[in-house]
C-alpha cells in the first residue's frame, strides 16, 4: 500500500551529513527513492521550475557534474557550471562577494572543493554565511555527502532498509592515477555506523583519516548502535563482510601541497587490491562498492568490478536520484510531495 507524504528543508545547508538527523536522512532517501521511480516511469516531477543552480567547480567530475545538471533540468530548473578558473575566484574574489552575488541570481549554490585538506569545507561555510541561498556540498575535504546519500541508498535497495548488523569495509586501495581525496572514506566512516552498521576502516599507516572524522565515526557508533574500529590490512576487513567498498585516497599531511608525495608512498601497497581472491574472504553474497573513477587493474580488477557482486552502476545511478532529492528539498518553494511504499 502506498502513502503519499510531504518534506520541506527549504534553505537548509547540505554541508556534511552529520548536520542532518537520522529521521532527516530517511526522507532524503524516501523522496529519492520516489524521485527514481517517477524517472524511469516518465513521470513528470518539476518541483523546481525557473530555479537556478550555481555548480562550482574547484576540481574535475564526471558523475556529480552531470547528475546535478540532469538533476536539475529534469526538475524544471537550470544549473550555470562553473569552474573556478574561468570565475573572479582566480584573481582572489572573497567569499562574501561571490555568496551574495549568486544567491542574489538564483537559488542554491553547489561547490566541489576538495583537494586540499583544510580549505574546502571552510570555503563553503564562508559561502553559506553569506548566501541568501542552500550551499550544497559536491565534495569538500572532510566529506561527500552526496555520494555518501548514494551508498546508503544503494545498500537499502540491495540489503533492505534496516541496515543493522551489516559489516561494511572501508579500504585503502592503491591507485597510481591521481592523490584522491579523503572526503568519501571519512563520509562512510561518519554515516553508516548511525545506521547499525559495523565499518572496518583498513590502510597503511601513512593513509589515516582527519582525526575529527575518525572521532565523529566512534561517537555515532555508540549512539546509532552500530560499531566503528581501524585494522591494518585489507584482509582482515574484508573477512565476512557483506560489502567492500575498497578505494584509493592521499595522504593528509602532504596532499595538498605535495599530491606527488602520496603516489610516491604509495608505490610499496600495489598489493592492496581489490582481487577475486579476497573477494573470497567476504561473504558469498558480498557487494562490490566503489565511487568510481575506478583505477581498474590497480584498485580493483577487472573480474571483480564486472563481476557479479559488483553494483558500481546501480551505486553511480543513484547519484543522480539522491542529488535530485536533496535539490528539491532545499530548494522548493513549496513542500514536496512523494511516495512510499
Ligand atoms: N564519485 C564522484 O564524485 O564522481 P565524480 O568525481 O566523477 O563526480
Given at each position: 500500500?502506498?502513502?503519499?507524504?510531504?518534506?520541506?528543508?527549504?534553505g537548509?545547508d547540505?554541508?556534511?551529513?552529520?548536520?542532518?538527523?537520522?529521521?532527516?536522512?530517511?526522507v532524503?532517501?524516501?523522496?529519492?527513492?520516489?524521485?527514481?521511480?517517477?524517472?524511469k516511469?516518465?513521470?513528470p516531477?518539476?518541483?523546481?521550475?525557473?530555479?537556478?543552480?550555481?555548480?562550482?567547480?574547484?576540481?574535475?567530475?564526471?558523475?556529480?557534474?552531470?547528475?546535478?545538471?540532469?538533476?536539475?533540468?529534469?526538475?524544471?530548473?537550470?544549473?550555470?557550471?562553473l569552474?573556478?578558473?574561468?570565475?573572479?575566484?582566480?584573481?582572489?574574489?572573497?567569499?562574501?562577494?561571490?555568496?551574495?552575488?549568486?544567491?542574489?541570481?538564483?537559488?542554491?549554490i553547489?561547490?566541489?572543493?576538495?583537494?586540499?585538506?583544510?580549505?574546502?569545507?571552510?570555503?563553503?561555510?564562508?559561502?553559506?554565511?553569506?548566501a541568501?541561498?542552500?550551499?550544497i556540498?559536491?565534495?569538500?575535504?572532510?566529506?561527500?555527502?552526496?555520494?555518501?546519500?548514494?551508498?546508503?541508498m544503494?545498500?537499502?535497495?540491495?540489503?533492505?532498509?534496516?541496515?543493522r548488523?551489516?559489516?561494511?569495509?572501508?579500504?585503502?586501495?592503491?591507485?597510481?592515477?591521481?592523490?584522491?581525496?579523503?572526503?568519501?572514506?571519512?563520509g562512510?566512516?561518519?554515516?553508516?555506523?548511525?545506521?547499525?552498521?559495523?565499518?572496518v576502516?583498513?590502510?597503511?599507516?601513512?593513509?589515516?583519516?582527519m582525526?575529527g572524522?575518525?572521532?565523529?565515526?566512534?561517537?555515532?557508533?555508540?549512539?546509532?548502535?552500530?560499531?566503528?574500529?581501524?585494522?591494518?590490512n585489507?584482509?582482515?576487513?574484508f573477512?565476512d563482510?557483506?560489502?567492500?567498498?575498497?578505494?584509493?585516497?592521499?595522504?593528509?599531511?602532504?596532499m595538498?601541497?605535495?599530491?606527488a608525495?602520496?603516489?610516491?608512498?604509495?608505490?610499496?601497497?600495489?598489493?592492496?587490491?581489490?582481487?577475486?581472491?579476497?573477494?573470497?574472504?567476504?561473504?558469498?553474497?558480498?557487494?562490490?562498492?566503489?565511487?568510481?573513477?575506478?583505477?581498474?587493474?590497480n584498485?580493483?580488477?577487472?573480474?571483480?568490478?564486472?563481476?557479479?557482486?559488483?553494483?558500481?552502476?546501480?551505486?553511480?545511478?543513484?547519484?543522480l536520484?539522491?542529488?535530485?532529492?536533496?535539490?528539491?528539498l532545499?530548494?522548493?518553494?513549496?513542500?514536496?510531495?512523494?511516495?512510499?511504499?
Amino acid at each position: 500500500m502506498t502513502e503519499t507524504k510531504q518534506a520541506h528543508f527549504k534553505g537548509k545547508d547540505w554541508i556534511t551529513t552529520e548536520e542532518w538527523s537520522d529521521n532527516e536522512l530517511d526522507v532524503m532517501l524516501d523522496v529519492a527513492s520516489d524521485l527514481k521511480r517517477k524517472f524511469k516511469g516518465r513521470i513528470p516531477h518539476r518541483h523546481l521550475p525557473d530555479q537556478t543552480i550555481f555548480l562550482m567547480f574547484f576540481d574535475k567530475s564526471t558523475r556529480t557534474r552531470n547528475s546535478f545538471e540532469a538533476g536539475i533540468t529534469q526538475l524544471g530548473g537550470h544549473g550555470h557550471f562553473l569552474t573556478s578558473d574561468v570565475m573572479q575566484i582566480s584573481h582572489g574574489e572573497s567569499t562574501k562577494d561571490t555568496g551574495i552575488i549568486l544567491s542574489s541570481y538564483g537559488h542554491a549554490i553547489a561547490i566541489r572543493h576538495d583537494l586540499v585538506p583544510g580549505e574546502g569545507n571552510a570555503y563553503m561555510r564562508e559561502v553559506a554565511k553569506w548566501a541568501d541561498a542552500p550551499v550544497i556540498n559536491m565534495q569538500c575535504d572532510v566529506d561527500h555527502p552526496c555520494q555518501t546519500l548514494a551508498d546508503l541508498m544503494t545498500i537499502r535497495e540491495l540489503r533492505g532498509r534496516n541496515t543493522r548488523s551489516l559489516k561494511v569495509a572501508v579500504s585503502w586501495a592503491y591507485a597510481p592515477s591521481y592523490a584522491k581525496p579523503l572526503s568519501v572514506p571519512q563520509g562512510l566512516i561518519m554515516l553508516l555506523p548511525r545506521f547499525g552498521m559495523e565499518v572496518v576502516l583498513a590502510h597503511p599507516p601513512e593513509y589515516g583519516l582527519m582525526p575529527g572524522t575518525v572521532a565523529a565515526a566512534h561517537a555515532n557508533a555508540a549512539r546509532g548502535g552500530g560499531q566503528f574500529h581501524t585494522v591494518d590490512n585489507m584482509d582482515e576487513a574484508f573477512r565476512d563482510a557483506d560489502v567492500v567498498i575498497p578505494k584509493s585516497w592521499g595522504c593528509l599531511d602532504t596532499m595538498g601541497a605535495n599530491p606527488a608525495e602520496s603516489l610516491r608512498i604509495a608505490k610499496q601497497y600495489t598489493h592492496w587490491i581489490c582481487n577475486a581472491e579476497r573477494m573470497k574472504l567476504a561473504k558469498k553474497d558480498v557487494l562490490y562498492m566503489h565511487p568510481l573513477p575506478a583505477d581498474r587493474g590497480n584498485e580493483v580488477t577487472d573480474e571483480v568490478i564486472d563481476g557479479p557482486n559488483s553494483v558500481v552502476y546501480q551505486e553511480a545511478e543513484n547519484r543522480l536520484h539522491t542529488a535530485k532529492a536533496i535539490m528539491a528539498l532545499t530548494m522548493a518553494v513549496r513542500p514536496v510531495d512523494y511516495q512510499i511504499g
